[in-house]
């Protein structure tokens, strides 16, 4: 794969401070009323997340030729989703992790209660930004409603929700092909899809917005597709999972694949769009 790790590895961190900065900007201090609560949000939020959703919504913005300032509260409010997520997916009734991005999990350090309240507080955070002064004179309300409803939708029951649940609903089952399929596009490819989407919405994107779907759509799948194999070369099992059902080389050859489709995808968005395929070959080529 073609990457320029020196100039990727600069561009991530780039950006990935920009969202940072915003982000604890954005969220009430740890000291604010209900103190435990902003303690609870804030612990999780910054507990050294990669930021790939943000990071390729704010390139989106830039494939279409958009100031990716103009996106940045969006690619936050995206964070906050996902930070959400981890945190529920954590908690005993889900998955029962203990560890979460090097750190004992939110409800290990907070309780369950406090965990279940921290996640639906960063969801909520996450539409009350797009709604509020943020973005207010930089995006016009008819834009703010389309992120609005491409974020609450691919959250939610149609999205990540519905995978969510079709993952742990599972119970022993053997699964089939399109059962993981479905369960990779949706737990994880919807939100990864609509940060292209509302990056590219954003950016004042319209020609370009069904090729980068289609980029997303694929990097989103590609992604829990290399998740898959990097969990079946550790211990995890695998039965739910790419490698559970087509092997370990299968997969990545999958991967491998759609990281090709997807650069073909965005190919008539040139040099605009070099970020995005760099970002493609990061998510395909990630060791954790
Ligand atoms: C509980 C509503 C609800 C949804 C959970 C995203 C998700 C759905 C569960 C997380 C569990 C998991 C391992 C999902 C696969 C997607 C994935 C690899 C998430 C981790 O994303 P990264 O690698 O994490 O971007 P960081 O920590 O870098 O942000």
Same mark, same amino acid.
């Given at each position: 794969?073609?990457?320029?790790?020196?100039?990727?590895?600069?561009?991530?961190?780039?950006?990935?401070?920009?969202?940072?900065?915003?982000?604890?900007?954005?969220?009430?201090?740890?000291?604010?009323?209900?103190?435990?609560?902003?303690?609870?949000?804030?612990?999780?939020?910054?507990?050294? *997340?990669?930021? %790939? $959703?943000?990071?390729?919504?704010?390139? =989106?913005?830039?494939?279409? !030729?958009?100031?990716?300032?103009? +996106? @940045?509260?969006?690619?936050?409010?995206?964070?906050?989703?996902?930070?959400?997520?981890?945190?529920?997916?954590?908690?005993?009734?889900?998955?029962?992790?203990?560890?979460?991005?090097?750190?004992?999990?939110?409800?290990?350090?907070?309780?369950?209660?406090?965990?279940?309240?921290?996640?639906?507080?960063?969801?909520?955070?996450?539409?009350?930004?797009?709604?509020?002064?943020?973005?207010?004179?930089?995006?016009?309300?008819?834009?703010?409603?389309?992120?609005?409803?491409?974020?609450?939708?691919?959250?939610?029951?149609?999205?990540?929700?519905?995978?969510?649940?079709?993952?742990?609903?599972?119970?022993?089952?053997?699964?089939?092909?399109?059962?993981?399929?479905?369960?990779?596009?949706?737990?994880? *490819?919807?939100? %990864? $899809?609509?940060?292209?989407?509302?990056? =590219?919405?954003?950016?004042? !994107?319209?020609?370009?917005?069904? +090729? @980068?779907?289609?980029?997303?759509?694929?990097?989103?799948?590609?992604?829990?597709?290399?998740?898959?194999?990097?969990?079946?070369?550790?211990?995890?099992?695998?039965?739910?999972?790419?490698?559970?059902?087509?092997?370990?080389?299968?997969?990545?050859?999958?991967?491998?694949?759609?990281?090709?489709?997807?650069?073909?995808?965005?190919?008539?968005?040139?040099?605009?769009?070099?970020?995005?395929?760099?970002?493609?070959?990061?998510?395909?080529?990630?060791?954790?």
């Amino acid at each position: 794969m073609d990457i320029d790790q020196q100039v990727l590895s600069r561009y991530i961190t780039k950006r990935r401070t920009a969202v940072n900065r915003f982000l604890r900007a954005y969220l009430p201090a740890a000291s604010c009323n209900p103190s435990l609560l902003h303690k609870a949000m804030r612990y999780s939020l910054f507990a050294g *997340g990669k930021r %790939i $959703r943000p990071i390729l919504c704010l390139a =989106a913005c830039e494939a279409v !030729g958009g100031k990716p300032e103009i +996106a @940045l509260p969006a690619a936050a409010a995206i964070e906050l989703v996902h930070t959400y997520s981890l945190i529920h997916d954590d908690l005993p009734a889900m998955d029962n992790d203990d560890y979460r991005r090097g750190k004992p999990t939110n409800h290990k350090m907070f309780g369950d209660a406090t965990a279940i309240l921290a996640g639906d507080a960063l969801l909520t955070a996450a539409f009350t930004l797009i709604a509020g002064q943020e973005m207010a004179n930089s995006v016009t309300h008819k834009t703010r409603l389309s992120v609005i409803s491409e974020l609450g939708t691919a959250a939610g029951s149609l999205g990540m929700v519905g995978g969510q649940l079709a993952d742990i609903a599972h119970n022993g089952q053997k699964p089939t092909f399109k059962q993981v399929q479905y369960i990779h596009t949706h737990k994880t *490819g919807a939100l %990864i $899809r609509a940060s292209i989407r509302i990056g =590219a919405l954003l950016g004042g !994107g319209v020609t370009e917005m069904a +090729a @980068l779907t289609r980029y997303g759509e694929k990097i989103g799948l590609a992604f829990q597709i290399v998740d898959d194999v990097l969990d079946a070369k550790g211990t995890h099992n695998t039965d739910w999972t790419y490698p559970g059902v087509i092997g370990l080389r299968a997969s990545e050859a999958e991967a491998g694949r759609l990281y090709q489709e997807a650069l073909h995808d965005i190919k008539p968005l040139g040099p605009a769009a070099e970020p995005l395929r760099q970002l493609a070959a990061f998510v395909v080529e990630r060791k954790k």
